[in-house]
């Protein structure tokens, strides 16, 4: 797939904690139109570079040796303009959410096809969010739960004991 943008190449950095998956998606941003600044194995790396490069997008995987969710706290705070998108290897709701609270512009599996990953940087860029697909029916059921318990808390006809 390649990208449709006229405009200069987004420039983007990968941290994830495998080499072989920061390869592999450096490898598949490029393919796209992408220009990889930087790939970092930890934290302290990842957020060294985004300071230096200022990327426009930085991918990070939640599970970063020295921490993917203060990774992208630090890069958040830093710097406002650069979005972030968690990597994540499985669906685990609490964590999504936890990223979302640190600054995450989206949350994605790693396992997400080559040709899709650029739809979702693309969305970031956009001011949208990106977030699999397989998290979505999760995240609207702990929504529908988190609005939920409150008015049965509030409700008269619920005995107390």
Known sequence: MTRSRTT?????????????TREALADALRVAGYEVCSTCAD??????????????????????????LTTVRAIVTAHGA?????????VRHQELF??????ADGYV???IDPERLPTEIDAVLDGRAALS????????????ALSVAPERANDPRRSKQ
Do not use: N, Y
Not at 82 to 90: C, G, I
Not at 98 to 103: E, I, K, N, S, V
């Open 98 to 103: 936890a990223a979302l609270r640190a600054g």
């Open 8 to 20: 200069a190449a987004a420039t983007v950095l990968v941290a994830d904690r495998r080499r072989v």
């Open 82 to 90: 650069t979005r972030v998108v968690v990597l994540a290897s499985a």
């Open 43 to 68: 934290a302290a790396s990842a957020v060294s570079d985004a300071a230096r490069l200022r990327p426009d997008v930085c991918l990070v995987d939640v599970d970063l040796p020295g921490g993917g």
């Open 133 to 144: 697909r397989e998290l979505t029916a999760g995240l609207i059921a702990e929504f529908r």
């Open 109 to 111: 599996l790693k396992d």
